[in-house]
């Protein structure tokens, strides 16, 4: 079991010991009683999320943005040094493995962050390439500063510089005069930054940060809160809304990202990468599944409850463990994760359908099940983000 | 990842475009039967040689003025006669010297056991060490004539490419069906729970002599860099019965003037048919065009270009160093990295001013010592000659195969002469500790001594000496970890496993490249058979 070099705080502020165990990382679930106050913060001012334990690669030498090329489906040469890529990669048939955020830090330099640990992968696409892969999960912390205030409160700590990082951009910079890399990237859709500092200043960071951060009200949010903005964002998660190709058994459980609507992240006409061939064949052919939104019709919802003399109930946290979607009877695919969305006010959902199903306005039935009882509630196709305020990607001022 | 092509344009290298209808990389034996059937059937082919001579593992050198050894092979009778007869190679100079008896094992005791290709009389010198052994030996070499039948039958189709069966591959399987039926079922089910047996395992469900079970098991572990006690060296017993036409589990007979004789009457025969033979050619490159093969670049600049490539090096030299591995699948370059080589055998060739008297051979000498004089008595030698290369160190008291093919070939040396060559296990190519120039002394010393204890005068006799590390094997034969097959023969290196799963027909991922080495199936030995397959599949592709 490893703590993050935050720990020292994120432990005090855990008030509930609401932890769990990630990649075998102690993880806030939630700080305060109620995530949700945590979830408005994110939304409405400002909050950290303690991101270190996310695996990390600097890959670097004369054959990093070959190597990156042959693995990932996005074309690595069209990111400039300062910017940030997501990419998707697959195995050879072209089913996702995982995905990830690609920062070019220097010619020649990159960092790669993964949801699973990833090393294996890129030695072994690595043969007979000039390029040294650096494991350097535990030689960098993070932490996640998102919300509308995040770049006041930024602006203040590091100068005002910072009003110049467009969204997906990195630099090297001062925040309180310890040294830190700062992108403007995020898992939650909002405005926010992804802020990479060394293990040893991790803890004064975390204290500048909270010190000036008073006036905006800045809070520390965990996984549960987490969950939900990225729900809200149409982010999707690896084990929940889709699975590695290299941890299952069966093809029908893996995705391919044409399936998962990552088709914009897959530049097939690249030169070579793993799984290129038999995701342009499955391009021309089409993909089997289309990703998406759902939106619950909530009366349909309640007259469920109302069956059973219930009120209508909705949890706060969010849900991840699949629920089958039908139309006419027929399954036709299946919602993956979902959550009550506060901002929309919306029970909202990811899911994967059959395409001819995927259109938005398209109404489905999910399945609901209330005390072990199957039941099925109308629901609305509509495309993802659910949630994306301009300020997420705007310049200067929100 | 290097953009090679980009090269040609500066080196004013020459260009030889459409000349040839294939190219085949690699004049070792099964290089060179691949270019005799397919100039055979009219096509246009050029051999490519890296080195000054052709063979490739096996050859014919003059280590010593007027002494001439088979460098590495030396066990002719795995040729096959199909070969041999499609090839015209009696035409083409091949002569193959008979050998017997297969082995003469010495014991420390001073005794010996004699294997001789007739069955009846190899009974009685077990008789000797035990008269059970002796009642069971012909029914063990039945069965294991009827297991290698089955596998003959194997050696000959390509095995179908798990789990993708084409139907074609059912159609070739049938050839399977009738000497299966033949047999019986049952005898399938003992196949299967035999193959995959240690031979000491399966010998000692054989024999309680202890010298019997070594030396019929160090025949086994001969061409595979494990010792007796792993699973799967059973296989590599029948599989040398399996090509082996003395129907025996050792290589045994000579070809005259050496192994060097034999590639050159393949390369003879495939001249003859027209196709063309460079030597000193080194290929740097297969050049690729959207995913197909279309010619090679020497090392020298030079591009020739062919409809068809065939690669008859080994799988590493041919994936990861001809082909860049960037645009291949990611699993594909993996099990290509993952074969398993690690080499275990050294060479030893000495040149003698007279015949060492062994003690254990008494007034026969001549005779008992013109096969293979092999230094394996026990079972549990052969097992502890092993067991330090676990360790990444060498044998001390090693497992020698020795030959005099002077006493067969009396041209190979000056007159009253003689040539011997030793086949050393176990020399581990990953040493844990020393360095190869050190080792070269350590292997000659250690030999020397070995032969020794069984023929006191041995080092009296020694005019000369040449040690072949593992690494030569490498540097000089380039054969990969000085493994002698192309990548061990172990279970999960055979059939559609060879060279690897998916790829077991001939064929590859890049279009127009094919491969024939023994890395291919059926695997090592001086059979061409793979060469023989490989053309087969070569001339569908070419149609
Ligand atoms: C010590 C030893 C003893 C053996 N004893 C026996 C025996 O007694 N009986 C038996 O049947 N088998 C024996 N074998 C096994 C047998 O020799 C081999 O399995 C067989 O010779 C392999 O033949 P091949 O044609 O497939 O490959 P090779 O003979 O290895 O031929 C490959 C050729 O490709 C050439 N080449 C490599 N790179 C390039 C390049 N870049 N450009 C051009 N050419 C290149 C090589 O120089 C070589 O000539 C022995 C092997 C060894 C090492």
């Not at chain 1, 303690?50 to 996005?74: C, E, F, W």
């Not at chain 1, 940030?84 to 050879?92: A, E």
């Not at chain 1, 089997?288 to 909705?314: C, H, K, Q, R």
């Amino acid at each position: 079991m490893k703590q993050t070099p935050f720990h020292p705080r994120t432990s005090e502020l855990c008030e509930l010991y609401n932890w769990s165990l990630w990649s075998n990382w102690l993880l806030v679930d939630m700080y305060a009683p109620d995530h949700t106050h945590e979830y408005f913060a994110v939304r409405t001012a400002c909050a950290v999320f303690d991101i270190s334990m996310i695996p990390k690669y600097h890959i670097h030498g004369p054959d990093a943005l070959g190597l990156l090329n042959r693995i990932v489906t996005q074309d690595v040469s069209r990111c400039a040094v300062g910017r940030v890529l997501y990419t998707p990669w697959c195995d050879d048939e072209g089913k996702i493995i995982d995905d990830g955020l690609l920062a070019h830090l220097d010619e020649g330099s990159f960092r790669l962050t993964t949801g699973d640990p990833m090393l294996y992968w890129l030695e072994d696409n690595a043969v007979r390439l000039d390029v040294s892969i650096d494991d350097v999960t535990e030689s960098l912390a993070g932490l996640a500063l998102q919300g509308p205030f995040s770049r006041d409160l930024l602006k203040q700590l590091s100068g005002e510089e910072i009003e110049k990082l467009a969204y997906f951009d990195i630099t090297k910079t001062k925040i309180a005069g310890i040294p830190v890399e700062v992108s403007r990237t995020g898992y939650t859709g909002d405005l926010g930054y992804e802020i990479w500092v060394q293990p040893q200043h991790a803890v004064q960071l975390w204290d500048m940060l909270f010190e000036a951060g008073e006036a905006y009200r800045l809070i520390p949010f965990g996984d549960f809160a987490l969950e939900m903005t990225r729900i809200e964002a149409g982010l999707l998660l690896t084990d929940v809304d889709f699975n590695s190709s290299m941890k299952v058994v069966h093809e029908f459980q893996k995705s391919s990202p044409l399936e998962l609507g990552l088709g914009w992240a897959v530049k097939l006409d690249k030169e070579f990468f793993v799984g290129q061939e038999a995701l342009k064949q499955e391009k021309a052919r089409g993909p089997a599944w289309a990703t998406v939104g759902l939106e619950v019709d909530l009366n349909s919802l309640e007259a469920i409850f109302a069956e059973f003399d219930m009120p209508l109930y909705l949890p706060p946290e969010a849900w991840s463990e699949a629920v089958p979607i039908y139309s006419h009877g027929e399954q036709i695919g299946k919602a993956t994760s979902g959550t009550w969305s506060p901002i929309l006010k919306k029970s909202i959902a990811i899911a994967r359908l059959k395409p001819q199903y995927a259109k938005p306005g398209t109404v489905v039935d999910m399945e609901v099940t209330i005390d072990a009882q199957r039941k099925q509630a109308k629901a609305t196709v509509v495309k993802l983000p659910f949630y994306d305020p301009p300020r997420k990607k705007s310049m200067g001022s929100h | 990842m290097e953009n090679k092509t980009s090269e040609r344009e500066l080196s004013g290298a020459k260009e030889l475009r459409n000349k040839y209808d294939v190219i085949v990389i690699g004049a070792g034996h099964n290089g060179l039967v691949t270019a005799g059937y397919l100039a055979k059937a009219g096509h246009r082919v050029l051999v490519l040689e890296k080195r000054e001579m052709v063979g490739g593992a096996a050859v014919t050198e003059e280590f010593f003025p007027g002494y001439k050894y088979s460098s590495l092979a030396s066990g002719a009778s795995a040729l096959s006669p199909a070969v041999i007869t499609d090839l015209n190679l009696h035409q083409h100079g091949l002569e193959i010297l008979p050998t017997d008896p297969l082995i003469f094992s010495p014991q420390p005791d001073g005794s010996h056991l004699t294997i001789w290709h007739d069955v009846t009389r190899t009974a009685d010198e077990i008789a000797k060490y035990s008269q059970a052994d002796a009642a069971a030996y012909p029914q063990f070499i039945k069965v294991l004539r009827s297991y290698s039948q089955i596998m003959a039958v194997l050696n000959n189709i390509p095995p179908p490419d798990l789990p993708d069966v084409r139907w074609g591959d059912m159609i070739s399987l049938l050839k399977f069906v009738k000497p299966v039926r033949n047999l019986g079922w049952e005898y399938v089910a003992q196949v299967i729970r035999v193959l995959p047996m240690p031979i000491s395992d399966l010998l000692n469900e054989w024999f309680e002599s202890n010298v019997v079970k070594g030396t019929i098991a160090a025949s086994s572990v001969s061409n595979i860099s494990w010792g007796p006690q792993e699973t799967g060296t059973a296989f590599a017993l029948f599989y040398n019965c399996s090509v082996s036409s003395n129907n025996l589990f050792k290589f045994s007979g000579r070809v005259k003037g050496g192994m060097g004789a034999l590639t050159k009457s393949l390369a003879n025969a495939a001249k003859s048919f027209g196709a063309e033979i460079m030597t000193n050619s080194e290929v740097a490159e297969i050049v690729m065009e959207s995913g197909h093969a279309i010619g090679i670049k020497l090392t020298n600049g030079d591009l020739i270009t062919a409809a068809a490539v065939v690669s008859a090096v080994d799988m590493r030299t041919t994936f990861l160093k001809f082909i860049d591995p960037y645009f291949l699948d990611q699993k594909i370059v993996k099990h290509i990295q993952n074969i398993k080589y690690r080499g275990t055998m050294a060479r030893v060739h000495y040149a003698l001013d007279e015949l060492p008297s062994f003690t254990a051979a008494g007034a026969d000498v001549q005779q008992l010592i013109s096969g293979t004089v092999q230094i394996a008595p026990t079972m549990s030698y052969l097992q502890k000659a092993y067991d330090p290369v676990k360790y990444g160190r060498y044998s001390k008291r090693p497992y020698l195969d020795i030959q005099i093919p002077t006493l067969t070939d009396s041209t190979l040396a000056p007159e009253g002469k003689h040539c011997m060559s030793v086949t050393v296990k176990y020399i581990p190519f990953h040493l844990h500790e020393g360095d190869w120039d050190e080792m070269r002394g350590v292997i000659r010393q250690l030999v020397t001594d070995t032969i020794s204890e069984y023929a006191p005068d041995f080092e009296s006799c020694v005019q000369d000496c040449k040690v072949i590390t593992p690494l030569d094997i490498e540097d000089v034969y380039n054969l990969p970890e000085g493994n002698p097959v192309h990548g061990d023969m172990t279970l999960d290196q055979i059939l559609w496993m060879r060279p690897i799963p998916g790829y077991a027909q001939y064929r590859t991922p890049v279009h127009n490249l094919y491969l024939c080495s023994a890395a291919t199936h059926p695997g090592g030995g001086v059979t061409g058979i793979n060469g023989k397959n490989s053309s087969r599949e070569i001339l569908k592709g070419l149609k």
